[in-house]
């Protein structure tokens, strides 16, 4: 039987009304949640990733400073930008578009945002926090997938996950997530990447599959056990001369093969991408609301 198709933009759609009332109540109290958007160069990917953050910004009220700026800029003044952000009470979060170009080092950049205004979650101090059960902004990509598992009733007390992938935006802190001792953890986490040696082997062991690798394919039918939710992360762009932009997008996972066996499955696109703008939302609300705390 096929599988039940998870809904990104469904479930996004149903967060983000629920943070414009959120938004609405904050604005009642004075305070305008702002994010600050910062874009260095013009790969194009990344330019179409920041337009839609500050589309949805602005569907729900948030004010978005939106600065795109030249790839020959220095590291030091994208480090005096973000200074300038760290000190500006109408920011309430700073994400910086990554990849950076590679004379501006990543780290350095990540370091300098204030980890309270680090929506991106990004910040090793936030990193930290995260992997020992502290109160953290998480990392909106694998924050959506856990939002997804959980807003589809997927059972994660025990499950086994293969995460595919390492990377430190998903990969790491997914696998970290799904481990801690909470009702969105509780799993046994294997993490699987380019030196694994048998693949196949692992996939075909789990209750849930996420694939974070970065490739097409990575994932077929004969990997996946019957019955395995799959939460595809992939967002590759592989050429298409039937499309105008001459590229369409697909995920990890043999998508079409795999929907035959699993019993959930998210789609690429309108799986995985909607949530990811939906809790960089989440966070930066969050952060404005910690200024009414104070
Ligand atoms: N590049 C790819 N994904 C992300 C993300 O979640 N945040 C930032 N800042 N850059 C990215």
Redesign the pocket.
């Known amino acids: 039987m096929a599988a039940q198709i998870i809904d990104g933009k469904q479930i996004a759609a149903q967060m983000r009304e629920e943070l414009k009332q959120k938004v609405a109540a904050l604005k009642a109290k004075g305070v305008t949640p702002g994010l600050a958007v910062v874009l260095v160069g013009d790969d194009p990917a990344?330019k179409s990733?920041v337009t839609a953050k500050e589309k949805a910004c602005e569907e729900i009220g948030i004010y978005s400073s939106d600065n795109r700026i030249p790839a020959t800029t220095t590291q030091n003044e994208l480090l005096a930008i973000i200074d300038t952000f760290n000190k500006d009470p109408k920011i309430h979060g700073i994400?910086?578009?990554?990849?950076l170009p590679k004379h501006i080092n990543e780290d350095a950049v990540l370091l300098a945002i204030d980890p309270k205004k680090d929506v991106?979650g990004?910040h090793p101090v936030n990193v930290g926090r995260m992997v020992v059960g502290q109160e953290a902004y998480l990392?909106?990509?694998p924050h959506g997938v856990i939002q997804l598992l959980m807003r589809s009733g997927v059972k994660l007390d025990g499950a086994e996950v293969v995460v595919v992938g390492r990377s430190n935006?998903v990969g790491k802190p997914v696998a970290n997530m799904l481990i801690q001792k909470a009702p969105t953890g509780n799993a046994t986490v294997t993490i699987c990447h380019t030196r694994t040696k048998n693949l196949a082997e692992h996939v075909r062991r789990a209750d849930i599959v996420i694939a974070a690798a970065g490739r097409p394919n990575t994932i077929t039918a004969e990997m996946v056990k019957p019955g395995a939710v799959v939460i595809d992360v992939g967002v590759n762009r592989i050429d298409d001369a039937s499309k105008k932009s001459g590229f369409r997008l697909v995920g990890d996972v043999d998508f079409e093969g795999v929907k035959e066996k699993a019993s959930q499955i998210t789609p690429v696109p309108g799986g995985v991408g909607p949530m990811?703008i939906t809790m960089l939302l989440f966070n930066t609300v969050q952060s404005a609301e910690k200024t009414l705390s104070k």
């Open positions: 990344s990733y994400l910086v578009q990554l990849p991106d990004f990392p909106c990509t935006i990811t």
